[in-house]
């Protein structure tokens, strides 16, 4: 299940100007989705990281990525829990783009 829904994720990333209006395409040269079990929640963290060589940041792609993948654990896995959640969904870093590098916290 996991697999499929970190093959989402990136497919989200690469397909995110169709997605969000006014949203620039980006010639994505990389993007990273990760996905881990968590049983202290009990959960799934999702992680993604994109990359571009371009004038703009790519925050929109691995946000978009990170959403699809767990809207495709969800829908993976509704027939056992309807009650599921998807919470806590932000940036942690960015770097490059017009307004420059910055990080959470």
């Known amino acids: ?5 970190r093959v989402a994720g990136i497919l989200a990333a690469k397909r995110t100007a169709e997605l ?3 949203c620039h395409p980006i010639p994505l040269t ?3 989705m990760e996905l881990t079990a968590d049983a202290a929640l009990p959960g799934i963290i999702a992680e993604a990281t994109a990359r571009a060589i371009w004038k703009t ?3 929109m ?3 978009t990525a990170v959403t699809v993948s767990l809207l495709t654990v969800y829908d993976m896995a509704k027939a056992i829990d309807r009650a599921m959640e998807l919470g806590d969904i932000s940036l942690i870093q960015k770097s490059g783009g017009k307004l420059g590098n910055w990080s959470r916290g």
């Open 1 to 5: 299940m996991l697999a499929v829904a």
């Open 20 to 22: 969000i209006p006014l």
């Open 30 to 32: 990389d993007v990273q």
């Open 57 to 59: 940041g790519v925050e």
């Open 61 to 63: 792609e691995a946000l």
